[in-house]
């Protein structure tokens, strides 16, 4: 079975099953997302890729596409509400673009990019977050998660290791590491699981290394997240 | 003017009985980075009895880098100036080298951050000079303060002003080609670099180059002939008689990126030489004073009353034998022969010293980029991890050192910055003094009087938000008084951080 439905007036076919995402993906039609990675069921929580279809605000990595359906992406009322949930998630961490080592091809920053955040308006909470550095390959820098919970996927579902974990509830949520003493140089964690390659943000990173890519060939410095994509399918390609 | 002592000018850091005294601030310095002020406070016949430059503003580096990882390092720290990030990306970058085990980059890597460590000097220096100094220079210090800036430069010197501004493009854009970015780049990474350059980028340089020359040439020029202009009044404008402080080569060449410590005092005299610059600690101490927020730094040889020192253009030029480029060289020479006894004191000759490294370094910059290592491949080394790394390297200003700790995994544990400007806080504050005791003798106070102080302390190129980084260290006293003055309690923090009563 297959049909097709329309995005912000384009025609777009879809296979039985398929979500808006997928669909949408499929036709190099770019909807904003953070959480969302074809490789993984899809999570719903990051909520930017939420668009309308048939007037209703529905999260577009979970909603099946349907024969006929409408729907609108980048409208400027969808906009105007991705970019407030961007401004909330650079407040909530410690996202210091200037000096971060994934800037340039961090898809928080492309992704607000693309939504036209050019500064933050809310009072930064400043939490204070650790960095966990006892792994001999791998950093993990708390400050940046935004708990899209590829990591814990990926070590779930494909690596079956379950290394990570979100706990507590609210705006104390956070990412745990299954280990005796909480930390990851004691957990199961390989440098060479999947785990180690979704990260969208700088907050798994590889250790003694940073900078290596030049200002100006870096994933994001040329052309906009909408045309080059995700983070982890170049890191899959590069790895690969 | 009148000779001062330096009893008489140690007198003035702090008046035996200030509440009786008049208190005048100059608030904001003006043209000078970052924000500071000076204080003087007279007497009722407008005669000089306290003078200070205050550093008022607080950054915090050393203590929020704590926690890092160390690769981060010379991208995190250079954010402490938007003047010379660059010095502080390559200080951070030798010490991450060692945190990487890496002695000796490829040729190709040290080249690269050579190309624009150069640069970065060429670029502070001509701001410096033109932006910043020239107004007082070419208009006089007490001229109309509505044309003493750089658009009254622009108003009445506009191909001086266009030189100006593109010498400091030229430098901009050696930076932009290694790092990516004019202000705030990437380029050194633990062992190496993150590129080199390619022949387009080699030739765009290059095109320019001829140009940067002659205009840097005409910059010194113009320096050395402002000085000689009025040389008795401006060899001793501010002037106070110290050791230089910089880095050099092992065969006493002029070096800014690389080399060994050397300290000589007045006489000419080598008081310190081929130091291993790591060793710093050895030789320099710093005292903190509750009036300010930048340390005093002082030589351990001569003690905290007598180890004030410079560093900085002037320190260089003073302090080298020689310097490996023939235009900058037949500079030096002539530089030095204003004081064959010794060395050049004037503070007034640090822009004349800024104007012969500016053309230094356009001439290295074109002996670079003729050099084929700069197109390289091999770009980065590796090693055993060590605890400790200490980068220090010449800035537009003088000595940089940066000292880092950390721990197995690779995170900062403590960061210990010495700051050019930090080490010329106890001679700024001497020639702020100096300056205040010759004019503030009774006269009535003009403008212009109160522009000859901050002429002195700009003739430093004082970073003033680079400098200060005295936190928690800074002894406190905070006392409560009755209305009638009567003081009924005080607590005292001292240097530790601990209190009493």
């Not at chain 1, 798994?204 to 399918?233: T, W």
């Not at chain 2, 330096?6 to 608030?27: F, G, K, V, W, Y």
């Not at chain 2, 202000?183 to 290059?206: F, M, W």
Request: some cysteine; hydrophobic content about 35%.
């Amino acid at each position: 079975m297959s049909g097709s439905f329309s995005i912000d007036g384009v025609t777009v076919p879809f296979e039985t099953g398929q979500s808006i995402m997928d669909a949408a993906l499929a036709a190099k039609i770019y909807i904003p997302h953070l959480c969302h990675n074809p490789e993984f069921q899809p999570h719903g929580s990051c909520r930017l890729c939420c668009v309308t279809a048939n007037g209703r605000t529905v999260a577009a990595c979970t909603t099946l596409a349907t024969d006929g359906l409408e729907v609108a992406n980048e409208t400027h009322e969808i906009t105007t509400r991705r970019r407030l949930l961007l401004k909330l998630l650079f407040v909530e961490g410690n996202h210091v673009c200037p000096a971060c080592e994934k800037s340039g091809a961090c898809q928080l920053q492309a992704v607000a990019y693309h939504c036209g955040m050019l500064a933050p308006e809310f009072v930064h909470f400043y939490p204070k977050r650790a960095v966990d550095a006892s792994h001999p390959e791998t950093i993990i820098d708390f400050n940046r998660c935004i708990l899209c919970e590829l990591c814990v996927r990926a070590s779930r579902d494909h690596d079956g290791k379950s290394v990570f974990n979100i706990s507590g509830r609210g705006i104390d949520a956070h990412l745990t590491i299954d280990s005796p003493s909480g930390r990851l140089g004691d957990s199961r964690f390989s440098a060479s699981d999947k785990a180690a390659r979704v990260c969208p943000v700088g907050a798994i990173l590889p250790k003694h290394r940073g900078y290596e890519i030049p200002i100006g060939r870096r994933l994001y410095d040329q052309e906009s997240i909408s045309q080059v994509g995700d983070v982890a399918s170049h890191r899959e390609q590069e790895d690969g | 003017m009148t000779d001062s002592t330096p009893t008489d000018i140690s007198r003035l850091e702090t008046a035996e009985h200030p509440e009786n005294l008049r208190r005048i601030a100059i608030e904001p310095l003006t043209r000078v980075e970052g924000h500071g002020k000076v204080t003087l406070l007279l007497d009722h016949d407008n005669r000089i009895r306290q003078a200070r430059l205050h550093i008022v503003e607080f950054r915090g580096f050393e203590k929020f880098i704590q926690g890092r990882p160390y690769w981060e390092l010379p991208v995190l720290v250079q954010r402490l100036c938007g003047i010379c990030p660059v010095s502080h990306h390559l200080a951070a970058g030798k010490a991450i080298d060692q945190l990487a085990g890496v002695d000796q980059l490829t040729p190709t890597a040290e080249k690269v951050r050579r190309l624009m460590h150069y640069g970065q000097i060429l670029q502070s220096h001509a701001l410096h000079f033109f932006h910043l100094s020239s107004p007082d220079l070419l208009f006089g210090f007490d001229s109309d303060i509505g044309q003493r800036n750089v658009v009254g430069l622009i108003e009445r010197h506009p191909d001086l002003a266009k030189q100006g501004v593109l010498l400091r493009k030229f430098g901009q854009e050696v930076i932009r080609v290694t790092a990516g970015k004019r202000i705030h780049g990437t380029c050194a990474i633990p062992g190496g670099v993150n590129k080199s350059l390619d022949s387009s980028e080699r030739n765009y340089l290059q095109q320019d180059l001829p140009q940067m020359i002659r205009w840097g040439q005409e910059a010194l020029s113009l320096a050395q002939n402002l000085f000689l202009e009025a040389r008795e009044q401006h060899r001793r404008f501010a002037r106070i008689d110290t050791p230089m402080m910089s880095l050099c080569r092992d065969d006493g060449g002029l070096e800014l990126y690389h080399g060994g410590l050397r300290v000589v005092t007045g006489d000419g005299h080598k008081l310190l030489d081929r130091i291993d610059s790591r060793e710093y600690h050895r030789h320099i101490r710093e005292q903190v004073k509750s009036w300010s927020y930048m340390k005093f730094p002082y030589l351990q040889q001569l003690g905290p009353e007598h180890g004030s020192y410079r560093v900085g253009p002037l320190a260089r030029i003073n302090s080298c034998d020689y310097i490996d480029t023939p235009l900058a060289e037949r500079a030096r020479v002539e530089f030095r022969a204003l004081e064959p006894d010794g060395l050049v004191q004037s503070t007034l000759a640090y822009h004349w010293a800024r104007m012969i490294e500016l053309l230094h370094c356009a001439e290295k910059i074109e002996q670079l980029l003729d050099d084929a290592d700069l197109l390289g491949s091999d770009l980065q080394q590796s090693g055993e991890m060590r605890p400790r790394g200490i980068g220090v390297i010449e800035a537009p200003r003088g000595t940089l050192i940066h000292d880092y700790e950390i721990n197995p995994d690779g995170l900062v544990t403590r960061a210990n910055l010495i700051v050019s400007t930090t080490h010329n806080n106890r001679a700024m504050n001497e020639s702020v003094r100096t300056v205040a005791a010759d004019l503030f003798d009774g006269r009535e106070i003009s403008e212009g009087m109160l522009n000859s102080i901050e002429v002195a302390v700009r003739a430093y190129d004082p970073c003033l938000s680079c400098a200060t980084h005295a936190l928690g260290k800074m002894p406190l006293v905070v006392e409560l008084q009755e209305p009638d003055g009567r003081i009924i309690d005080r607590l005292i923090k001292d240097t530790r951080g601990e209190l009493s009563r």
